[in-house]
């Protein structure tokens, strides 16, 4: 009886995505006065925000966020999610209160109208040119600098559903160290079974979000990027295995 799961999932991932076109076509002429002519971040963030938080409610996905500390307005954070779906994008979106810049990839540029709004509020990476890498990590420095946090996913992509938690790499935390900002470790359960890479999986549900205390680099120790790495990695394992359990 396989297929009637394969045909839910399969339906919904289709209610899912036209939930999420109607949502954003509600949101083009507001994003459009905001990305292309006022030009305003921090308005753009807030609207996508609640497009996000609108297109997840309409299709079934509800979001539980738990912070192990306030985060401080005042201050700037490169935030490290794990990466395991498409969703993990507007879930970090609803779950984090501040103006959030995403490092992304390339190939969502693709993506009639919604490519434009996505590569004129995000930082773009070509992941297969290292140049290109660099320039877009410049960039997110830049974004810091003008007091935006900024979002990357360490993992550098979703990995196959069978990998636990990918080795990361160390761009995010070189730029942490380089200005001496908090990073923050963020562990995102159970969009990997509710909306996984395979179309006929998924379903709605109430997915879980840790924002974890913020890791202050410089602060007691000279921290080197291996250490930031492994410390932020160990972190998202820790707690990804206390949600399995649960």
């Known amino acids: 009886m396989k297929w009637i799961g394969y045909l839910f999932s399969s339906l919904w991932r289709m209610w899912f995505l036209f939930s999420f076109f109607l ?17 305003n971040n921090h308005i753009v963030n807030h609207l996508t ?29 490169i ?38 709004f996505y590569k004129k509020n995000s930082i773009i990476v070509d992941r297969n040119k290292i140049r290109d890498s660099y320039a877009a990590f410049i960039k997110a420095g830049e974004k ?29 935390f070189k730029l942490a160290i ?3 900002i908090y990073i923050v470790p963020v562990t995102i359960a159970d969009n990997k079974s509710h909306f996984p890479q395979e179309y006929y999986k998924g379903h709605p549900g109430i997915v879980r979000v840790k924002v974890h205390k913020p890791i202050k680099v410089n602060e007691e120790e000279e921290k080197t990027i291996e250490m930031l790495n492994t410390s932020v990695y160990n972190t998202i394992f820790e707690q990804l295995k206390i949600y399995g359990s649960k």
């Open 144 to 172: 810091l600098d003008n007091g935006l946090n900024v979002c990357i996913f360490p993992e550098g992509g979703i990995p196959p559903s069978k990998i636990f938690l990918k080795k990361f790499k160390n761009g995010p």
């Open 49 to 77: 925000r609640y497009w996000s938080g609108m297109f997840m409610i309409l299709s079934g996905i509800f979001w539980k966020v738990e912070f192990e500390e306030k985060l401080d307005p005042k201050k700037r954070y």
């Open 23 to 39: 949502v954003f076509i509600l949101f083009i002429p507001s994003l459009f006065l905001f990305t292309a002519i006022i030009k």
């Open 178 to 180: 380089e200005k001496n």
């Open 79 to 116: 935030f490290c999610p794990n990466h395991s779906s498409t969703l993990d994008i507007p879930l970090v979106t609803v779950a984090i209160p501040l103006p959030l810049l995403f490092m992304g990839k390339k190939e969502i540029t693709k993506i009639p109208i919604f490519g434009y």
